[in-house]
């Protein structure tokens, strides 16, 4: 298994300010996945990261809003840019090999006031 | 459309009964499909996988597939109060390669009661 540990647990920032996620794996890992979840709902994949390559997102989430970085195999940050109060959620890394079940952080509370 | 619909929305079940979740999917290409819970405040846990046609169990859980159908369905027998979660049902594509690029339902409430 893998252990992936999210800082902050939660943020409160106001409205067009940015902020960052980080999310650090206790062993390396090949992907790193984003997903948002708005309360009590459905986890949207937000995006995929590979190290050393530039991310790759899913409809409705854009590299400009949500940039990601992957500088290394235990590591990814995602930056939420121009934060409004739509994008209250929580934000949770995860990671899985290839038909293995994917392991997640205990996510990030993010408030846009 | 959501591409993977998961009912009842919530369910109420007392201790010691049977809990079932439904799932379908409506995209053919998602045959692949696992259950994850989520406890209040933490990350979804994998429960198990089901990729092939029939019943799969692990302890109190049984999972069943219909890829007719794209059918899934998950059993908790002995439903416990630690059980009481949001249960995901989630999907994905064959042949993606790489990591799994999971589709997730918006997730089935469970209550159990004492």
Known sequence: ?113 | QQKVQQSPESLSVPEGGMASFNCTSSDRNFQYFWWYRQHSGEGPKALMSIFSDGDKKEGRFTAHLNKASLHVSLHIRDSQPSDSALYFCAARAPNTGGADRLTFGKGTQLIIQP
């Open chain 1, 1 to 113: 298994s893998v252990l992936l540990y999210q800082k902050p647990n939660r943020d409160i920032c106001q409205s067009g300010t940015s902020l960052k996620i980080q999310c650090v794996a206790d062993s390396q890992v090949v992907s790193m996945f984003w997903y948002q979840q708005f309360q009590e709902q459905s986890l949207m994949l937000m995006a995929t990261a590979n190290e050393g390559s530039e991310a790759t997102y899913e409809s409705g989430f854009t590299k400009d809003k949500f940039p990601i970085s992957r500088p290394n195999l235990t590591f990814s940050t995602l930056t939420v840019n121009n934060a409004r109060p739509g994008d209250s959620s929580i934000y949770f890394c995860s990671t899985g090999r290839h038909n293995e079940r994917l392991f997640f952080g205990h996510g990030t509370k993010l408030s846009v006031l």
